[in-house]
Each structure stands twice: as structure tokens, then as C-alpha cells.
């Protein structure tokens, strides 16, 4: 008899929970790990159709890349997608796992060494290291908290979250606001806040393992056209269509990629001389940015994520075979092409 909470462990093994950026929810979001699991259901995204599926299968585990409740959750909603899920979900004895960025940040078993594997990529690191990073803290007084929001944001942060509490020494209330930036936005930020009176406090995060953080970069087993690469590109992550910029003339040896939202690793795909960044959900004003540096391939977040599910699969099939584990057959895809 196996619990969920051994599954659970075996996934914590290679994505540690306390990998995961400082705006995720990754972990168990509903239901016990302490109980005897029947069956396991993996997917990108928990909608009710899951539910009903792992229902269907006799799963009371369903384990998910994206975190059903994301942003915290005030009521139970059934008028809003997520509150039906999560009444589904205890209705049906069915506990919700989310594995995000805990798994996008690791270099082994990691969603984005998957798409590599796909791509047939060699040579393979992470594309910004974690320790690459800096850490940053700002306190303020809690009058300025919109202004110093504001300066933080302006920059574009890797990450950032903030808290309000209560300073022990006058009693007076204030804000803090930390999270991750990268090297070069460190005197960016600074500015941001001059004007403020409020000065940012910077940590190097020299303590990460180099096979931890955003992204990857590799290289094709020999250069090919970019016309092929998009072909490939194509086929392999079975696409209708792929958003690019301007083709530059020249063959692809290196590839950048991000399984999702990809955007924020342009600045290190271009640093690290990728010919081409393969990631999802650029937006107009992003693909400007390549500025006929790098080829950029925008072929879908769900599309490029869609290996994560057998990624999973695999890990957990390598240590268990007393029950049974299924690949979601339910498109979850909220995209849709004409
Ligand atoms: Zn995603």
C-alpha cells in the first residue's frame, strides 16, 4: 500500500518545493497526503473535466504542472471556474498537487530538459542560473507602499511579493518588499527608488546549486537551416502554427528555450549567443526586443509544456508500480487555433 504523501516525496527529491519562485503555490493545494492512494491522474492544468476524468479512473491524486489556486483564494466560489474544481475535488475525495517552477528551475528531470530531449539537444545548462541572481529587500513606511510598488514594478523584477507588519521598535507600520532581480537591474532598481528616501538592500545568491534555475541552453547535433528548425519545431511539439521574428539568413546551432512564459530570458538567450529562443506567450511588444539578434519561436505555452505531463510520469514510474498512473486524455488547453 502506498500513501500520496510518498509519491509526493519522490517528486520533492528532484523539485524541492523551496525551489519554486517566490509568486507560486506550488505543493499539495487540496486534500490529505496521509491517506492510501489509489491512483495517480497527470496534467498541465486541473480543470472540472479533470476532475471528472480522475473520478472516472478511480485516481484521488491528481498531479498538475500549473497550480489550480494560484494567487491565494478568499471564498469557494462555485460561480468562478477554480471554487467548482476545488468543490469537485472534496466532493470526490480527490487531492490537488501542483509542480511549477519547483520543477521548471531544476536542470535533471526539469520541464525544460524534456523539451530538450525532444529537440535532441546536447550540451545542456541552465540558461540563468540562479545564482546569477540577486535577492533585494526594500523597507518602507507603509504611507509610501503604492509609490515604492510602483518603482519596484517599473523595473520589471524577476520576482517580487511584499508584506506589511508592524516595525517592533516605534510600533509604526511598513511595508517590505522582496524578491529577485537580475544582475544588471540592480542600479535600475536603485533609481527607481531614488526620490523616495528608500534604499533597497541586495544579496547575491551565491548559495544555489548551478544546475538550478530559469531556462536552457544547447546545441543541435549540427546547424540546420531556420526554416528546418521551425519544421521541427513544429513536429515535434505538434503545432498548428508558430509566432517568430524575421528569419536572420542563418543556420541554427544553439538553442535557447523556456517551457510557458519565456519572455523575461530573452536579455540571457541573446547573452549566451543562442541562435534561436524556443518559449511561449511573448507578447507584440517583446518580439521587438530581438532586435535581429536571435531568432525567436513563440510556439505556445501550453504546447511547449506539453511534455511536462510524461516528464512526471516518468519519475514517478521509476520508483512505483503498485498502482496505476495515467496520462490525462483531457485537452486542457484554453487556446484554441482557427
Ligand atoms: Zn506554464
Not at 249 to 259: E, T
Request: charged fraction near 25%.
Amino acid at each position: 500500500m502506498t500513501q500520496i504523501k510518498e509519491v509526493l516525496e519522490v517528486l520533492e527529491n528532484i523539485a524541492p518545493a523551496e525551489y519554486q519562485e517566490s509568486y507560486d503555490n506550488s505543493g499539495l493545494l487540496v486534500g490529505n497526503k496521509n491517506i492510501e492512494l489509489k491512483g495517480v491522474l497527470v496534467c498541465l492544468d486541473t480543470t472540472e473535466e479533470i476532475v471528472d476524468e480522475a473520478v472516472e479512473k478511480d485516481c484521488n491524486l491528481i498531479i498538475a504542472h500549473h497550480p489550480l489556486i494560484f494567487k491565494g483564494l478568499k471564498k469557494i466560489d462555485p460561480n468562478h471556474w477554480v471554487g467548482r474544481v476545488v468543490i469537485k475535488a472534496i466532493k470526490s475525495d480527490i487531492a490537488i498537487y501542483a509542480i511549477h517552477t519547483n520543477l521548471d528551475n531544476v536542470l535533471k528531470n526539469g520541464v525544460n530538459a524534456k523539451i530538450a530531449e525532444k529537440l535532441g539537444l546536447t550540451k545542456t545548462k541552465v540558461l540563468m542560473p540562479s545564482k546569477s541572481t540577486l535577492s533585494f529587500s526594500i523597507k518602507s513606511p507603509i504611507l509610501l507602499k503604492k509609490e515604492v510598488l510602483q518603482a519596484t514594478d517599473k523595473i520589471s523584477p524577476l520576482n517580487y511579493s511584499y508584506s506589511e507588519s508592524t516595525n517592533g521598535n516605534d510600533g509604526k507600520k511598513i511595508v517590505e518588499v522582496i524578491g529577485e532581480i537580475a544582475p544588471h537591474q540592480k542600479s535600475q532598481l536603485s533609481n527607481s527608488l531614488k526620490g523616495l528616501g528608500v534604499i533597497a538592500s541586495f544579496n547575491e545568491l551565491t548559495d544555489r546549486h548551478p544546475d538550478l534555475g530559469a531556462g536552457l541552453i544547447g546545441e543541435l547535433e549540427m546547424p540546420v537551416p531556420e526554416k528546418d528548425f521551425l519544421s521541427i519545431l513544429k513536429k515535434q511539439f505538434k503545432t498548428a502554427v508558430i509566432r517568430h521574428t524575421e528569419l536572420l539568413g542563418k543556420s541554427v546551432l544553439k538553442v535557447a528555450i523556456c517551457g510557458g512564459s519565456g519572455s523575461f530570458l530573452l536579455p540571457f538567450a541573446i547573452g549566451a549567443g543562442a541562435d534561436v529562443f524556443v518559449t511561449g506567450d511573448f507578447k507584440y511588444h517583446d518580439f521587438f526586443e530581438a532586435d535581429r539578434k536571435i531568432l525567436v519561436a513563440d510556439i505556445g505555452h501550453f504546447e511547449s509544456e506539453q511534455y511536462t505531463i510524461e516528464l512526471i510520469i516518468d519519475i514517478i514510474k521509476d520508483k512505483f508500480s503498485t498502482f496505476a498512473l495515467h496520462y490525462t486524455q483531457v485537452d486542457t488547453n484554453p487556446v484554441k487555433y482557427f
